[in-house]
Each structure stands twice: as C-alpha cells, then as structure tokens.
C-alpha cells in the first residue's frame, strides 16, 4: 500500500504567543515548533496501515528548513521518504496554495491513501485536505475517527464526527482522510527509528520546478491583523454558603435573561 | 459592487432547517443590506418540500436543486451541483455554516471555483470592504482577514455567532433547479448514521451546556451534571481530563482538541480552566463556574463563580431552578 502523509510545522500553542510590531503575524523567533496535533494522528494511522499490509509511506510538507526537524520525526515514526517542498518566504499561504503545490506533487507519486490532519492549530483552516482531494479528482472523508482499509476492493469504510454523532461512510480508493483526534493514539518513535532519521536524506523540491503560472500562486485571502481576542471581565464570586449561595446565583441567571 | 446576490447554502435536519443556518441568514442580510444586493439561498435534496416551504418563508428567493442522488449528502454531489449553479448565476458572496458538512465540503467547493474562502469566521466589520474575524492560534488570538479582488467569496461562519430573528411573513420564489447527476458522481456514499440517541440538543446547537471536569472524579457521577442540563434543557460537555479517563467520549470534549462551543449559559463543575480549555468556550455569553479551589483559572473568565464543593452544590442548583421555573 502507497500512503502519503502531509505533515505541518506549527508553532506550540501551549506557550504564550506574541504579536510581532507590525501586527500581521506573531513573533517567530525562539518559540517551540511542533508537529501539527492531528498530523500526529496521521502519521499513526499511516505507521498501521504499512504495519497490516505493507508498502511504503512518504512524508511530505511545504515548508522552509526549519521544519526538517518535523519531517525527521516523521521518518523515526516509519516514514520510508521524506519530501519538503522549499517555501522559504515567511509569508503565510492560504490553503489554497498549499494545497494545489500538494497535489501537483503527489499526482507523481503513487499513492492509494493520502492522510492529512483535520486542521492545522495555527491558523485553524480545516481546508488543506478536501481541496488535495479536489485537485487529484479523488474522494475525501474529513475528520474521521475509524479507517477500515481494504486493499482487494480498493474501498475505504471510515467513521466520521457529525453533531450529535457518527456517520458510517465508505469511499473507493485512492482517497484522503483528515485525521481526527479519536483515530488512534499515536506511539513514540523507536530507538532504531531515530537513528535512521538522522541519517536518512530529505529530498527537497523547488515550487518553480511544478509548472504554476504565477497568478496560481497569488493568494486571494490576506490577514490584515493579528489582536488578542477582548478580554473577558472578570465577574464575582458569589460569597456565602449553601444554599444562599445557590439562590444567589438563580437570580443572578434569572435577572441577565440566561435562564 | 452591483445588484448582484448574496447567497447562505441551507442546511436542515429531519425535524427542518438548522439554527445554524438562520444565523447565516442573518449575516448575508446584513451584508445585502449594506451592499444593497439581494441576498438568496440554495437548498439541496429530495422531497423536502415542506423543508423548502420554511425557508421561503424567510427570503425572496431560493434556489431549490432537487434530485433523487441528492437524498444523501455526499460532498462531490454537493459541489457539482453547486458549482454550476455559481457558474450560471455569479453570485459576488456565498455563505455557509461552519458545521461538520460545511467543514467538508466548502473547501472542496473553493477549490473546484479557484476562489477565495475564508472560514470558521465569527463575526465581521464593514468599513472600506469587509473584514473578517476569526480566532487562530488555538484561540489565543484574533485575526481579521481580508479577501483579495477575485470573486465569487466564500465565507463559512461558527455556529451561534450571529443572532437571528425569523420573521416568517415573507413569500420567497422558489426557483427549481434540476441538476445532471450521475451515479458516480457520488463519491462518498453514507452507510448509516449513528446519532447518540438522546433528547439532549447538540453541543454546538445548544443554549446551555453543563460541563463537567476531573473534579467530577468519575463516570458515573456525571448523572448529576445530566440532570442539571435537563432542568436547563442543555447539553453535558467535558474537559480533555474526562475524555482521557475514558469517563465520556471525545465527541463530548470541549476546548482547542475538542469541539468549540458558544451557548447563552456554560456552567463548569470542577473544571480548572487550562487555556486549551478556555479556547472551545471562552465565548460564551455567560459563564458560571464551581469550583472548590478557590484560585482555579476559571474563576478569571467566569461571570459567576461558587467556591465549594460541586457534589454539594449542583444539587441544590437543581432545586432552587426548578423552583425559580414554577
Ligand atoms: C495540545 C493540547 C490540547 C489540549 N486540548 C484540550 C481541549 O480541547 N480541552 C480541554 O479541556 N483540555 C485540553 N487540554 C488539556 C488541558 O491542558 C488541561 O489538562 C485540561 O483541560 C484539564 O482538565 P480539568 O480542568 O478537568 O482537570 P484539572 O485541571 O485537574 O482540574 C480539576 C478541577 O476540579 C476541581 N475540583 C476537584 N474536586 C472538586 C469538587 N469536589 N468540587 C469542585 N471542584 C473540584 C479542582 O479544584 C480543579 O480545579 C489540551 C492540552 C494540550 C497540551
Ligand atoms: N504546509 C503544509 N505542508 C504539508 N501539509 C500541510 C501544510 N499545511 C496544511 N497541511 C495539511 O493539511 C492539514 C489541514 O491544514 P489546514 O487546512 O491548514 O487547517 C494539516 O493537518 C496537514 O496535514
């Protein structure tokens, strides 16, 4: 089996984030990166489906060299290649962009299954992997929560988050998934996995390499601001004991129209 | 911009249009109103007359793309219908809701029309164009985006972020609109649908959710958490620390990882209020939290708080709304 996994670098979000002078973007400089979250759960899904049936993963990301370090780790979790497409302007894309420099990359390559996460934590588009889909003309189930993967009938079943539930769907492959948290739990790399990673070679392409025309490549959305989200008043702590403290709170609901 | 129309693709359940779509509703009004264009909607199924009634009820004019393929949802059908639709009309702004289907398939849709698409956008400001306002960074910042010239735009907004009002008098025209589909356009075909059984609304549908964290110290204590969304007529959420103890699915995980909410009420019981947390609920317009320590995190965004022991309280809240409700 022929699995493709797009992997991002993100910053931690764990860590307090600040907004660079000019207000577009935040400050880069000597903050941690991290793999995307949910391309965790990719690369897991990627490492079971090589372990049940075999084949070959390859891992690929758009990205400056910064996020070697990402690709690497992707390669101790079974990656068998490990491509980064050289985007060395610190602009952002929009998914757009990304997504059509994915494809134009991936249509050379053979594949049955591409995994994507469902967002990446950063700019939270949740749009890179349907749109893969669409310039490869191949189905894409988004956010799903089970793979069931069947290489005699070519034919994917998964489970995807609907509210309120789950939807049972079934797909021919070759297809996308968007990972979502609750796919699997993903493991830590292996000792002999981190070694072939510092060893193994990352093969690097060039955009201009892929045929765009410029206004390809134009982006059609732009941040105009980055702020920090209005802070919430701090409310009160309604003082007392119980129950006075209950009813207290009652008639508070009651009087803001919430109850 | 000219007299061209601003349009909300519909989306509805058994039981009729979803709330989520009269908020888009809303937003395409005030962008029409503004722009003094018409807005529109498009609705795609099979025999939902009744559904399409409803909404014409609301807005001049619907575009009505019927066929038997349509019955279920699948993503390319969605997008092949829809895409002509745009190719034969030039709508200047399509709006959707940020659900799980619009999650799927507008993106698809943006990419089919080589267009721009800004999305999950909780509210927008109207000055020399239209800015948009989203949360990135997990929700620890706000950004507002603009689109470049190209046109058509899309635009898909969370849920609850917009008021809506129905008026209900109106007598749209629906237009029926008769696609050519074929069997293989449907690429993903649904097998069967798993809904939690339940009279509780969904999370993200919900006026109140009542949300219960580690310091509810076990499954079988969120009983209790149960029957305060009941009294309320609410939905039961969690932190990731109940969804990792295996004490509730991660369906019910609120926060950065889990789903992003914005009720009229959230009630936290014994939750600390990590800002992974904060990120799925700090929108809500009125938070109350108990907690038993006194310096959890929560009490900082919280607009009521209870220092004690939830076990004690939550039943007593019980009792004092009903009795606040005859
Ligand atoms: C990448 C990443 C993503 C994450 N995503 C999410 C996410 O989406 N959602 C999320 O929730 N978390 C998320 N987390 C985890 C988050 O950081 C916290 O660990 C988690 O929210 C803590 O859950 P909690 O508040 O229930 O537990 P705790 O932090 O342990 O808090 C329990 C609280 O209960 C109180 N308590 C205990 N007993 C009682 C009692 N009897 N009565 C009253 N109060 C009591 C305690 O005082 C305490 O404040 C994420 C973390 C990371 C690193
Ligand atoms: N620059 C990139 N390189 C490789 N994969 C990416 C890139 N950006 C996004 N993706 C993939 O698309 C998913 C969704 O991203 P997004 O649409 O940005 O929310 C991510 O989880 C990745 O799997």
């Given at each position: 089996?022929?699995?493709?996994?797009?992997?991002?670098?993100?910053?931690?979000?764990a860590?307090?984030?600040?907004?660079?002078?000019?207000?577009?973007?935040?400050?880069?400089?000597?903050?941690?990166?991290?793999?995307?979250?949910?391309?965790?759960?990719?690369?897991?899904?990627?490492?079971?489906?090589?372990?049940?049936?075999g084949?070959?993963?390859?891992?690929?990301?758009?990205?400056?060299?910064?996020?070697?370090t990402?690709?690497?780790?992707?390669?101790?979790?079974?990656?068998?290649?490990?491509?980064?497409i050289?985007?060395?302007?610190l602009?952002k894309?929009?998914?757009?962009?990304?997504?059509?420099i994915?494809?134009?990359?991936?249509?050379?390559?053979?594949?049955?299954?591409?995994?994507?996460?469902?967002?990446?934590v950063?700019?939270?588009?949740a749009?890179?992997?349907?749109?893969?889909?669409?310039?490869?003309?191949?189905p894409?189930?988004?956010?799903?929560?089970?793979?069931?993967?069947?290489?005699?009938?070519?034919?994917?079943?998964?489970?995807?988050?609907?509210?309120?539930?789950?939807?049972?769907?079934?797909?021919?492959?070759?297809a996308?998934?968007?990972?979502?948290?609750?796919?699997?739990v993903?493991?830590?790399?292996?000792?002999?996995?981190?070694?072939?990673a510092?060893?193994?070679?990352?093969?690097?392409?060039?955009?201009?390499?892929?045929g765009?025309?410029?206004?390809?490549?134009k982006?059609?959305?732009r941040?105009?601001?980055?702020?920090?989200?209005?802070?919430?008043?701090?409310?009160?702590i309604?003082e007392?004991?119980?129950?006075?403290?209950?009813?207290?709170?009652?008639?508070n609901l009651?009087?803001a129209?919430?109850? | 911009m000219?007299?061209?129309?601003?349009w909300?693709?519909?989306?509805?359940?058994?039981?009729?249009?979803?709330?989520?779509?009269?908020?888009?509703?809303?937003?395409?009004?005030?962008?029409?109103n503004?722009?003094?264009t018409k807005?529109?909607?498009?609705?795609?199924?099979?025999?939902?007359?009744?559904i399409?009634?409803?909404?014409?009820?609301?807005?001049?004019?619907?575009?009505?793309?019927?066929?038997?393929?349509?019955?279920?949802?699948?993503?390319?059908?969605?997008?092949?219908?829809?895409?002509?639709?745009?190719?034969?009309?030039?709508?200047?702004?399509?709006i959707?809701?940020?659900?799980?289907?619009?999650?799927?398939?507008?993106p698809?849709?943006s990419?089919?029309?080589?267009?721009?698409?800004?999305?999950?956008?909780?509210g927008?400001?109207?000055?020399?164009?239209?800015?948009?306002?989203r949360?990135?960074y997990?929700?620890?910042?706000?950004?507002?985006?603009?689109?470049?010239?190209?046109?058509?735009?899309?635009?898909?907004?969370?849920?609850?972020?917009?008021?809506y009002?129905?008026?209900?008098n109106v007598?749209?025209?629906?237009?029926?609109?008769k696609?050519?589909l074929?069997?293989?356009?449907?690429?993903?075909?649904?097998?069967e649908s798993?809904?939690?059984?339940?009279?509780?609304?969904?999370?993200?549908?919900?006026?109140?959710?009542?949300?219960?964290?580690?310091?509810?110290?076990?499954?079988?204590?969120?009983?209790?958490?149960?029957?305060?969304?009941?009294v309320?007529?609410?939905?039961?959420?969690?932190?990731?620390?109940?969804v990792?103890a295996?004490w509730l699915?991660?369906?019910?995980?609120i926060?950065?990882?889990?789903?992003?909410?914005?009720?009229?009420?959230?009630?936290?019981?014994?939750?600390?209020?990590?800002?992974?947390?904060?990120?799925?609920?700090?929108?809500?317009?009125?938070?109350v939290?108990?907690?038993?320590?006194?310096?959890?995190?929560?009490?900082?965004?919280?607009?009521?708080?209870?220092?004690?022991d939830?076990?004690?309280?939550?039943?007593?809240?019980?009792?004092?709304?009903?009795?606040?409700?005859?």
């Amino acid at each position: 089996m022929k699995i493709i996994v797009c992997i991002k670098e993100v910053p931690d979000t764990a860590i307090g984030l600040k907004i660079r002078d000019d207000s577009h973007e935040i400050e880069t400089e000597n903050i941690p990166w991290i793999m995307n979250p949910y391309d965790e759960y990719a690369i897991e899904e990627a490492q079971r489906l090589k372990e049940k049936f075999g084949g070959d993963i390859a891992a690929i990301t758009v990205g400056n060299e910064r996020v070697e370090t990402v690709l690497r780790s992707c390669i101790a979790l079974g990656a068998d290649r490990a491509i980064r497409i050289k985007d060395d302007s610190l602009k952002k894309k929009d998914s757009l962009i990304t997504s059509k420099i994915l494809a134009e990359v991936i249509r050379n390559i053979e594949y049955d299954v591409i995994l994507c996460g469902k967002e990446s934590v950063d700019y939270g588009y949740a749009q890179t992997g349907q749109m893969i889909a669409e310039f490869l003309q191949i189905p894409c189930v988004s956010a799903i929560k089970k793979l069931e993967v069947s290489p005699s009938t070519k034919d994917a079943m998964c489970h995807r988050e609907i509210e309120g539930g789950l939807e049972v769907v079934k797909c021919s492959l070759p297809a996308v998934f968007t990972a979502q948290k609750g796919l699997n739990v993903p493991r830590y790399a292996s000792l002999s996995g981190i070694m072939k990673a510092k060893k193994m070679k990352i093969e690097i392409l060039e955009i201009d390499t892929l045929g765009f025309n410029p206004s390809d490549l134009k982006p059609k959305i732009r941040v105009t601001n980055l702020s920090y989200p209005p802070k919430r008043q701090e409310g009160r702590i309604i003082e007392g004991t119980l129950p006075d403290t209950a009813k207290e709170l009652v008639r508070n609901l009651k009087e803001a129209r919430v109850i | 911009m000219s007299n061209k129309e601003i349009w909300v693709i519909a989306e509805y359940e058994n039981e009729g249009i979803k709330k989520s779509t009269w908020e888009t509703i809303s937003a395409a009004r005030k962008l029409a109103n503004h722009f003094g264009t018409k807005s529109a909607a498009v609705i795609l199924g099979n025999g939902i007359k009744g559904i399409v009634e409803e909404l014409s009820k609301e807005l001049d004019l619907i575009y009505f793309i019927e066929h038997p393929l349509l019955a279920k949802y699948d993503s390319n059908t969605y997008v092949k219908c829809l895409h002509q639709l745009i190719k034969d009309k030039n709508p200047v702004i399509i709006i959707a809701s940020a659900t799980f289907r619009g999650k799927d398939y507008i993106p698809r849709l943006s990419a089919r029309l080589n267009c721009g698409f800004i999305s999950d956008c909780v509210g927008f400001e109207i000055k020399e164009g239209i800015f948009l306002k989203r949360y990135v960074y997990g929700g620890r910042l706000m950004a507002t985006l603009k689109f470049e010239e190209s046109k058509p735009w899309i635009i898909t907004i969370r849920p609850r972020c917009f008021e809506y009002k129905r008026s209900g008098n109106v007598k749209g025209e629906v237009l029926h609109i008769k696609p050519a589909l074929e069997q293989q356009d449907i690429m993903v075909t649904i097998q069967e649908s798993l809904k939690e059984t339940g009279k509780r609304p969904d999370l993200s549908e919900s006026n109140v959710i009542v949300s219960g964290g580690r310091g509810m110290k076990g499954a079988a204590n969120f009983k209790l958490l149960e029957e305060l969304s009941d009294v309320l007529g609410g939905a039961v959420g969690a932190s990731r620390a109940v969804v990792d103890a295996g004490w509730l699915p991660h369906s019910f995980q609120i926060g950065q990882t889990g789903r992003v909410v914005s009720p009229t009420l959230y009630i936290a019981c014994g939750i600390s209020g990590a800002p992974q947390h904060l990120a799925g609920m700090s929108t809500s317009k009125c938070i109350v939290a108990i907690n038993k320590d006194p310096n959890a995190p929560i009490f900082k965004i919280a607009d009521y708080g209870i220092v004690d022991d939830l076990f004690k309280v939550v039943p007593v809240l019980i009792e004092e709304i009903k009795r606040a409700k005859t």
